[in-house]
């Protein structure tokens, strides 16, 4: 079957509704009430899943086929309540620990950010406390907005408050942009969060900073969170809360291809907003990270 | 100042932040989280502000401008919680309240139907139970959708369980499209709605329907609720739930007209998504038919 | 699941390989290089399921649930080679001769026109000679175009030559708009054609019409093919080969809802052109005519 | 060559620069800034060429090719000044002085409606006084606007103070909407107009109006100038000040198809605006017009 | 309020109708009638004032709120004429001279490059000759376009003709593209200027640039005019002229930032227009700069 | 005349049907049947022509106008059949070999890429084998897809097959992304093709490499094919097979103008896609790109 046919799974992988036999599987959680701007990332799943259509299995630089070392499918979308936040969360962080008790390592389609806080939840349940590489334009790390606890501004302030990651092994790439309060830049950092702001990143690759964050990491378990926001609305504008001078898709693919060696756990691509896609460049290179991150994953050697 | 400029309030009218001295405000609920499925009616009210700024101030039709009449502002926008309905509700509720204390009739873009249930808690403690002329593809009529009380998809089951509207005064019009069960379309008859669906609208004038609807609203307060997607998703594609086989736009001037000589107490023009509006067509739109609800108000003479 | 997630068979429905159990099932052609004019119809089958999800099962003017009647499932995309349009053909008319044996009723979603000439092949081997109901601004009758018999300006000039239609039983309706000569309106009415061009249609419903064609097919076995140029542009303009003056959505329900009681054995929508459907109204409009196609299937009563 | 091919003058009709030889040509002018709101308009006639592309020559209405009957040629676009709207005018009018000198009939593709003043300057000193039909959503009989005498409100009231048009042999189709003052309606009808507004043209063919026409206009002279916002923005979006409630492309048909057996002596289709096209549909239904127009030429028999 | 409503003044500012009080304001000049290419700047203030609603008011790289430090207020738009270039800069003149009498430092959403003109006319009367620091794709220093001495291509020609700046104490970045003589590029070197053209940017970070420029300009008065289009359009597609292999974000941010310590009179952002800007990057850019802008004035320390 | 009018040849350079006293000419071949992904090329001759307009004579850094030095037109498009790859290709030799007889070089729009294959036959027919500079994203060197061995992803195996091209005087600049198999990274490599993929390219200026690229060529003929997305998406989404991490259009500049002194004979910008270039910015690039070849043919001192 030619890329424009056939039913849109990720990458047209098989379906199923269990990880059963599976080492890796995608999957979507179509939410975005966790928005605090523009919406649309409840439709993120669906989108991204039709622009991996157009991938071929074969990586050119890692020179392998990841689908050649592991079972990997698509096992469809969580049902999150698009109505009460703490719901969604409670029905994710029960679908994770299902997903993963055996191993799989999930890769995510999101939906906000909100999705993370519970999807750490499991893994906790399941690795113990993590690492966490946190690639954003924001830090995420608010205590509560509008009153809410739960939206897509504070899952990794949740989540340390949990002690679902360990501080002193998290790190956050590219953030940038106004804020309300020095507070989401300043309370990480006092917490132990290694902060690479996107004005680091500049007119350089990240390859370097790569080596540095393996060295760090080693052989701990790793979640790594993608919002692809990090990446300059020039590129992808299909996304809740664009920020000016972030980085570019070629730093992105530094960033993914330099996990390879580490233990990652899980991954996820969030923020994706197809109404605000135009030209669909956001959700393409959704996918395309998505593929990168498959092709770095432990097993796949 | 041409038309092109100027900081966009409903039509370039003055901003003021109370109801003091008007007989008549416009102002918008930014609410999507109502929603069911598209969102991005968070953004309805700023962007039939933006359109509503090519709108001159007399009307051929009936031949007068509303402004020589009334008092008539914008009073901005409600600061409605997106992450708590019940508290956006309450919120909503309490300042209706206070804006039409003094009789000031209210006109709202909105945000997604949702909002239209506690304007009418609110227009009751004002007014007493209401006559209700609904303009809707869908019936609203549903109990609850997800577990959720309080959603786009309610308000009307809602505003009976309160005895907010008469329902043997309540008229719906422009019903059409599947549903999960006939419910959504038995339940409001079998309680005393006359309900006209689209099937009943098309090929001609509604005008002498609009006739029969005076008669039978005499000089009762009569609410009107005009959901966009009423119209054909031809004419006004950007809404959340567009159902194929509606009203025409020429439909929508002739109901609003016909309702000169109703005792109107307040309207709303809901479900306006921008970020699916390619062209701007339906937020146009709705900023041509709330201008069409000033010139029909009671005291537009 | 709320409609914005699962992955996007059409309407959501089980996914299988092929026709077994089922009474009728929904399927894709993703093929575009018959066009003579503006490609992309090779992702009208992706993009008709993703507008499909918001579809809920109750009809509430046939007052039925299909699937309450019948099996239905989504069996995929037919892999026909955009290389070659008579393989194209080939494979086409050998997956559609599969999918009948057992008297599925096969739910199309296209593609260009090019592929409704083999799916007459295969409606032919199963059921003989059929009747057809042609919905379409053009009439498709040229026997040739740029040396290419196999287009989508041909396929009822190749399915008469090969007897696959009886062109007394055969109705046209929406033809409209300028073309190289007079032949191709007046060629398949000396052949026995009935053709009711877009100006009859003009200003009234099509239900007396269908009257009409319900009486004249009686009981004799009908294929509908439903171009979705036959609609107006404004209404759909994601299309190849927009013609302006055509029919309403409204009627197009007319006409659909008007084939209750027909022995209808298989059907189309065809030439919906995502890159050109802006706002996604054509493919929403494309993925409502199917399921008012469903609904009036022999076996839904 | 197939549709999608070839440089893009109007219908890939042969270019040339003057109407030497020519029964009727088109041309455009490309010019906006006599707009009050979106502009845009100066690239009307490059999209309108583009979009004229698929139309091919046969009229199956008329039952006839309109170039079997006369030569027609491109004649480019006239060199207007954006930046001084009385020496475009100037160019304008020297201009068509020149084109229509030896009867050849302009089919103008506009650029705004400030344009079709200096072509009716120039038909006056070539055909003299001449009845105007005019399809708008305004009337364009403003006095002046922002201290400008010449802009695309006021071509009208001009053309009256110059004795270019017969008041009591104008008719103007499609009027509607708000206005700053009664005057834009009511001072042509006292001048003589025959004012048919949208509401008087909703739900009906107008067909019968145009018999009435051409019983009025008779064998005189006629000036056939078609502002697209005159069809309703669903429909046609693109263009500077749309308004809701206007006619449909079938109105426009009947319109121009009811001018045939009018002896017209130039025509135009005007303020078309690329930008706001979503989807091109605007300037298809453009291109779509000016074929029309020249099917109903005096020599097209 | 969240960020999706509230009345779009620019960040939500208090909206006033002049300076009293004011350290700086923002305020828009909806004007495109100075353009030679794609229009649309007309509705640049609009949409940038829409999207700036997102900004929030801390800084974290200047670790400020510069509202923390200056009175600062949205004073609307200034009603140029659209149809009279001189009169536009007239109005526009008198306007700053007043705005500007007590001070206040005018933050310029453009409306074209035209505007500037007159923008440093006022300036001169309050400062003296200035500085310019000019971000641009093009010179801006033609003679005259079309005959006309005022349109957005000839405002740094007049300005110097009229000795509003200093040449010697001007510096142009950005330069590059096409031009239809040598003299666009030379004459202002001829004059003094100092011009880094494009390609001198590529590849490399601009802070050390803005190190020579901060101590070029020292303690002297600056006016800093930044055209949009000096970015590339791969970041902002959303202007009249655009030229490929432009400045990127990073380098604006650059720049801006590294203002700060200057002795700024006065800014502006140009040549936004919305029409052309597919998913808005380009006014959020702008909003974006502008914000960048007041944290560099000279009592934001 | 103004830009934004003209019938848009390339710059709206003289039309001509042959090559007559050209020293080089444009042209177009609007095809888009070869494409294994998203159609829509067979649009891209026109859009770069319309966007082209925009593009005057001189060139800054090369301080020439090209069109001092040589005669340029535009000289159409080929009518390359839609329906038969084979034919269309010999249709294009064909007409390439008459072309180029008296030397003309021709600047082809594309069209998909399988146009470079019969192109390099005609160049054969003149120059005999030729160097070739490849810009892409993709090898092309596949032996045939879906059992067609003529398709957009064949052409360069077909022009070695055929003893086109030099392959120790081929270099490919720009490869990257996902594929079927490590064979078209590979296959050429072994053939002598000199590889440069995208990531080598990263982060840095690309004229180093075109130094080398023009000591390895000397004085050999040289055909330039430059694949529009070899550029990133993010700068040139239009187009049908993207892949993130591509060049800038900062590099193809580089590229081009470091061709200055190559003994140039042909060249290309093949794959854009009108439909997916939403804003046009890529079909603006190409023509940009086609205008910096001709400023660097070997004629243009």
């Known amino acids: 079957m030619h890329r424009s046919g056939g039913i849109a799974s990720f990458m047209r992988l098989p379906i199923q509704n269990n990880t059963q036999g599976l080492d890796a599987c995608f999957l979507g ?18 989108q991204i899943r039709c622009e991996s259509t157009s991938i071929r299995p074969f990586h050119p630089i890692h020179r392998i086929s990841p689908f050649n070392f592991i079972n990997v499918a698509d096992v469809g979308d969580v049902p999150a309540n698009p109505y009460n936040l703490q719901e969604a969360c409670d029905i994710i962080r029960e679908k994770y620990n299902e997903l ?18 519970p999807i750490l939840q499991a893994i906790k349940n399941r690795y113990g406390r993590v690492c966490l590489l946190h690639i954003d334009a924001h830090g995420d790390v608010t205590n509560s907005y509008q009153d809410s ?31 309300h309060t020095a507070e989401v830049y300043d309370w990480q950092i006092e917490k ?30 790793v979640y790594l969170s993608f919002d692809i926001d990090a990446i300059d609305p020039g590129f992808c504008p299909g996304t809740g809360t664009p920020e000016i001078g ?33 030209g669909g460049t956001t959700a393409l290179t959704a996918s395309h990270l998505l593929f990168e991150m498959l092709c770095v994953l432990p097993k796949v050697k």
Chains 1, 2, 3, 4, 5, 6 share one sequence.
């Open 29 to 46: 959680i179509p939410l975005d009430t966790g928005t605090s701007n523009r919406p649309g990332t409840r439709f993120g799943p669906r």
């Open 246 to 278: 972030g980085l570019t898709p070629i730093q992105a693919l530094e960033i993914i291809r330099g996990c390879k060696g580490l233990n990652l756990v899980g991954c996820d691509v969030v923020e994706v907003s197809p109404p605000y896609d135009f």
């Open 149 to 179: 606890k739960i939206t897509h501004g504070t899952p990794f302030y949740r989540s340390l408050e949990e002690d679902l990651i360990d501080p002193t092994q998290t790190v956050q790439i590219g953030l940038r942009g106004s804020c």
């Open 192 to 221: 132990g969060f290694e902060v690479i702001p996107a004005e680091e990143c500049w007119h350089k690759s990240l390859s370097p900073l790569m080596k540095k964050i393996r060295q760090k990491f080693g052989d701990l378990p």
């Open 100 to 117: 993963i008790r055996d191993n799989c390592i999930t890769l995510t389609m999101g939906g906000d950010h909100t999705i993370t806080y």
